[in-house]
């Protein structure tokens, strides 16, 4: 039996019952909080700005500190999860930025801030790689969509959630509160989710069979409970115990998978954070109080909730390709009408339009649509390099956004964001796999090819 675990096959028939809710549970609210750390930057830097703790030019470095930390963290839980488990990853960062925020909220100057926030982005950077691989490695195919978004939804809501906080608290206790908030969150999840099973199909993998056998044994017992029927068990197909180098990503089987997910996440990454994290400082430099810079973002950020409450609708529908060239059509459109007003109502509600927009195609396309292109030997790896090269164009975009918006203004800053749409949109159009609807097995290369140099014939998708 131990020769036969068959996880894929015997996890993608499982209806969608307790177990798969209490993933998305544990899994969720650990993106919750990621979410929410990762966005607090915005309306604390905009308070530091006012009290003259900081300047702009020091928050381009306090936002460059954390996608290096992100970009870190991006690629070792790549490396982390697919060397020692799904389990060891997920809970190895939420320490990581668990810790580091608590301690940020004790700073004594600007420039411990940026060191400590690197710090916490590693861990933030990890999570997000680690939250949306695990989850598509336990859904059932006809689900797994709409899983992802509800995942990216939890995640996009932390952001959210973060400017409705902020509101209360930065203009009455200062800043430093909001990292004990997102520091006690994150640990308390920490302790939470130790009891998660490792992923059945990393086990397969790895060869450790029995392992893998009694975690799906589990698995099955719960989803048959109250009398449930299990549909029957495929039947097994090879699945040979190996570990693949990371030059897989780049071998020809696996390139154009890699090169999809690399311009998704760069496109969806640099698009968001160069309009979302900027938001306060903009309005504050243009001469709001913090209070109403932070009022106007928040309502512009119940984007942050509306996006990715969108992609669970039609996820599994559209599928998460043809749905990411949709939103990224609807960012470019959406960012040149922002440019265009100047009324502080119609500003507001295009930026509503866009963020909604913005984190729809990050739910699609980061969530949703990269772990889905690789298999699981490699799938945190490809994730992770995928993530980290996002990230690193990140690190870079704040001093081009100061750049811009000192220059020429507002206005340049969304022709940059809208042109960056709407290349992702074409490449696409052209060149997208389509994963919608298809277990992880059967959207995976060949084994053989993606190791051995071989290509393989892809279908050119189509948007029908």
């Known amino acids: 039996m131990n020769h036969s675990v068959n996880a894929a096959a015997r996890l993608d028939r499982l209806p969608m019952g307790s177990f798969h809710r209490r993933v998305l549970q544990l899994v969720g609210l650990g993106m919750f909080f990621d979410g929410f750390d990762n966005s607090m930057g915005a309306g604390v830097l905009a308070a530091l700005v006012k009290n003259h703790w900081s300047t702009i ?165 719960e989803a048959s409970q109250g009398g449930a029927v299990l549909a029957p068990v495929p039947p097994a197909l090879p699945q040979p115990a190996r570990w693949v180098p990371v030059g897989v990503l780049f071998a020809p089987a696996a390139r154009r998978r890699t090169m999809l997910a690399l311009l998704v996440n760069l496109g969806c990454m640099v698009g968001s954070y160069s309009f979302i994290s900027w938001i306060p400082s903009f309005f504050v430099q243009q001469g709001f109080t913090v209070k109403d810079a932070l009022t106007f973002s928040t309502i512009m950020t119940f984007g942050n909730i509306v996006g990715p409450t969108i992609g669970i609708f039609i996820a599994d529908r559209l599928g998460r390709r043809r749905g990411l060239i949709y939103a990224a059509v609807w960012c470019a459109v959406a960012g040149l009408a922002y440019a265009l007003q100047t009324n502080i109502y119609a500003v507001v509600a295009c930026g509503f339009l866009l963020i909604t927009g913005i984190t729809l195609a990050m739910a699609l396309g980061v969530g949703g649509y990269t772990p889905e292109l690789f298999p699981t030997e490699y799938r945190f790896r490809g994730n992770g390099v995928a993530q980290m090269v996002g990230r690193i164009g990140v690190i870079l975009s704040p001093y081009l956004v100061v750049k811009l918006f000192h220059a020429y203004g507002t206005g340049a800053v969304m022709i940059f964001i809208a042109a960056l749409y709407v290349t992702m949109a074409l490449c696409l159009t052209l060149f997208g796999i389509e994963t919608n609807q298809r277990s992880l097995e059967a959207v995976a290369p060949e084994p053989e090819s993606a190791t051995s140099g071989m290509a393989i014939q892809e279908n050119q998708p189509s948007l029908s």
């Open 57 to 221: 030019a020091m928050n381009a470095h306090f936002i460059s500190a954390t996608f290096v930390g992100l970009s870190i963290g991006a690629v070792l839980s790549g490396f982390l999860g697919d060397r020692f488990g799904r389990r060891f990853a997920y809970q190895f960062n939420l320490l990581i930025f668990g810790v580091s925020c608590v301690l940020s909220s004790l700073a004594t100057s600007m420039d411990q801030l940026i060191i400590l926030r690197g710090i916490m982005g590693i861990g933030i950077g990890a999570e997000y790689v680690v939250g949306y691989s695990t989850v598509s490695e336990f859904m059932p195919p006809k689900r797994r969509g709409r899983a992802l978004a509800i995942v990216g939804l939890l995640s996009m809501s932390g952001g959210f959630a973060v400017y409705l906080v902020s509101t209360q608290i930065i203009p009455h206790f200062g800043w430093r509160p909001m990292y004990i908030i997102g520091g006690a969150g994150a640990l308390w999840v920490w302790y939470m989710r130790r009891k998660l099973p490792e992923s059945p199909r990393w086990l397969e993998k790895m060869g450790r069979t029995e392992e893998a056998e009694r975690v799906l044994a589990e698995i099955e017992r």
